[in-house]
């Protein structure tokens, strides 16, 4: 992100107007790195400044929504003192402190990953009593057995202390297949398909809730939702 004054950083987080921002700056309000700023011209970098009004840290852009496809080999967190993080994906234009993944894929699962500052969205998207779907696509070790679509739909005991709410299988080819599931747990898919007899050899997510994966977006790329794709999403959880 592009350093900007002071003043300006303020009045973009909705704080006020430049100059009722200039007044709490008189006041001593700020606080830029920990250290009480009075100056409005002075350059902030949003994705390494830290700034502070009255003791709440303050960011540029009110809300921010981000698709990813996510590549396989990098793990779901916001930091990770050993693996690259999906974060890392990002520019140093576009990357900010506030910025997480909205659940997780395992590390060697590719796909539909958002990446948002909202945490109100994350927590409905994610809650279990929503039941949002997702989509994937999977590629199996060995055939897919011939009851497993009804055996997906009925809920199965993949060792939890309830069975899987009943996940939609659309079987596309002998080892591929369409799933979509409304829940979240650790491993889902893999224990699933384990489960009914077979092992998950490709996991990509295709879609979350009304967000489909842009196909035209490469994997390793993340491009900004649509202003469509934002009131979708904010909108069916
Ligand atoms: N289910 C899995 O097993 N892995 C994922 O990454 C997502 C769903």
Redesign the pocket.
Known sequence: MKPVRLDKFLADAKLGTRSEVRQLLKKGLITLNGEIVKKPDIKVDPASDRVLFDGKEIFSEKDVYFMLNKPAGVVSATEDRREKTVLDLFSSEDRRRDLFPVG???KD?VGLLLITNDGALSHRLLSPRRHVD?T?LVHLDRPIPADAEKRMEAGLDIGDEKPTLPAYLEVLSETTARIT?QE?RF?????MFHAVGCE?IY?K?LSMGSLALDPALEEGCYRRLTPEEINKITSDS
């Open positions: 997780r894929l395992d699962t997702k994937y599931i979240g491993h889902q898919i893999k224990r998950v996991l997510r």
